[in-house]
């Protein structure tokens, strides 16, 4: 069975919003790295649209440092999965699935293949409470922002989800990796 990893860029008070964060080359090459063995995005809309088509764009341009356009060779190259009701079409290998993104991503998990990466914060509670995330992966900014989407609406979990601390990184932006893995 597949692995699916989570990782999302948030604030120190919780939000994830990413034109709120500044990466720089280390976060870049942390997250180019962190893909090497991801052979499958798994996006909501809102997500998709935040990605593409700014990192294909700068894939195809190499508009980006070195470090941004190797992040967006390997980003745009992957496959990926965008679950929308209204999404009409899309690009940059990418195959639109209408609805039910639980039962889309454990037919996708039963595959053979790498690992898949999911970003999304909208799905985020339906795929915890289906037990298909294995790996957490949150890069916390040294930035209180006191706007935007929380990693979790209040209420979203049933129950608590418990984590194990696997690894962190502290970068010298300030920045911190946590990696956590499903108990």
């Known amino acids: 069975m597949r692995t699916v990893s989570f990782g999302m860029n948030i604030s120190l008070d919780g939000y994830c919003d990413h034109t709120t964060f500044s990466p720089n080359e280390e976060l870049h090459d942390y997250f180019t790295d962190m893909m090497q063995d991801v052979d499958l995005l798994f996006f909501g809309r809102i997500m998709y649209q935040l990605m593409f088509p700014y990192w294909a764009d700068v894939a195809r341009d ?9 992040f967006a060779e390997r980003f745009t ?9 209204t999404l009409e079409n899309a690009q940059y290998n990418t195959r639109i ?26 799905m985020l509670p339906e795929l915890i409470s289906a037990g298909l995330i294995d790996k957490f992966y949150l890069v916390v900014h040294p930035v209180i922002v006191g706007r935007g989407r929380p990693l979790l609406d ?3 979990l049933q129950e608590n ?12 932006s300030g920045c911190v990796a ?3 893995d499903k108990q």
Do not use: C, W
């Open 62 to 70: 190499q508009s980006g440092t070195a470090d941004e356009n190797r």
């Open 178 to 180: 946590l990696h956590y």
């Open 77 to 85: 190259a992957i496959e990926k999965v965008v679950v929308s009701r």
């Open 97 to 122: 699935v209408r609805g039910n993104p639980a039962a889309e991503l454990m037919k996708l998990k039963q595959q053979p293949g790498g690992t898949i990466s999911v970003d999304t914060v909208s």
């Open 154 to 156: 209040a209420g979203s």
């Open 161 to 172: 989800f418990n984590l194990k601390l696997v690894d962190t990184i502290v970068f010298k």
